[in-house]
């Protein structure tokens, strides 16, 4: 079953477009990945699934069932939202906040949920400093844990990996997946921090300029962005022609230096192909290609432009 599915999906801040037609599939089980520069509507669709921000003009089907008709989707209540930045009551402790909305959702044992909570998401149950003295990751990892109350069956968030020092943000990931292989907790990760993505997304959706580019899976990702080989021979184009014929099903590609780049083939079979044909080869070495440069590729960004930052504004 898919857990989100978006048909035209659109919204326009007067005279700004937000989001331009979107289509969007989030299947049950998915980490899902969602990549965009400032500005490509990474927020704004998220609010507009969330039932945060009211869609211009398509429609949104949360667990097989539309939303929209006036009245308030039950799939709303299935979901828990860390979007932006943390709406939290910054008087109260960490444990406080979490036993109010626990108590709000009428959750019984309220103190224990929120104990549990904390200590998932890396919080002291037992810290009674105000939210107000919180440093930013620490607001973080709380809003998670403010997201979870009620024991959603999706999260949707907002870049959580902001302001986590990198032992906060490898506990971050691995709490994110253990609610999913654990608890089948469906979760859709706006992120720029791709490395951080890469981890833990089993599929992704690239956004630009509102529209989405692309979905495919982990796999699929590291297929196009595989290893290839990187050969520089003595003699180019007489080399090229003799590889051509010993290699019938590789691609090779002409970098600006003289070498060629083989794709489709093994490094071991492209120096058994030189030496074969007797080509003398001044380099040889494997390649892997830049997964943020594929993203940024699909992203259509352009030379001098910055993809891959939190965003601000309303249409994010």
Do not use: W
Not at 42 to 71: H, N, Q, W
Not at 79 to 86: C, H, N, Q, R
Not at 89 to 96: E, G, N, Q, V
Not at 183 to 199: C, K
């Amino acid at each position: 079953m898919n857990v989100i599915e978006t048909h035209g999906l659109t919204k326009r801040y007067r005279s700004k477009l937000a989001v331009d037609g979107l289509d969007m599939t989030v299947a049950a089980g998915d980490i899902y990945g969602f990549v965009g520069r400032n500005g490509s509507g990474k927020s704004t669709t998220m609010k507009m699934v969330c039932g945060l921000a009211r869609p211009t003009a398509g429609e949104v089907v949360l667990f097989g069932d539309p939303v929209g008709g006036g009245a308030t989707p039950q799939g709303f209540s299935r979901i828990g939202a860390l979007i932006e930045s943390p709406g939290v009551l910054a008087s109260l402790t960490a444990r406080d906040n979490l036993v109010a909305k626990a108590l709000a959702l009428g959750l019984t044992h309220a103190g224990a949920v929120a104990d549990d909570l904390l200590a998932l998401v890396g919080l002291d149950p037992c810290d009674h400093r105000r939210v107000k003295a919180y440093s930013l990751g620490m607001r973080q990892r709380l809003g998670l844990a403010l997201a979870l109350v009620g024991a959603p069956d999706l999260l949707m968030l907002d870049e959580p990996f902001n302001g986590l020092d990198p032992e906060a943000t490898r506990a971050m990931r691995l709490a994110l997946v253990r609610l999913n292989h654990e608890h089948g907790v469906t979760v859709v990760i706006s992120s720029h921090v791709l490395d951080q993505l890469d981890r833990v997304a089993t599929r992704f959706g690239v956004i630009s300029a509102g529209r989405l580019t692309a979905e495919f899976t982990d796999v699929e990702l590291h297929e196009r962005c595989g290893s290839s080989v990187r050969v520089r021979l003595a003699r180019p184009e007489r080399g090229l022609a003799l590889l051509e014929q010993a290699l019938p099903s590789a691609a090779f590609r002409a970098e600006p230096d003289g070498a060629l780049v083989v794709t489709g083939s093994s490094l071991d079979e492209v120096s058994s192909a030189c030496f074969s044909a007797g080509v003398e080869v001044r380099e040889l070495a494997t390649v892997e290609r830049d997964i943020e440069e594929y993203f940024v590729e699909l992203m259509g960004v352009q030379k001098g432009q910055a993809p891959l930052h939190a965003e601000d504004g309303e249409a994010r």
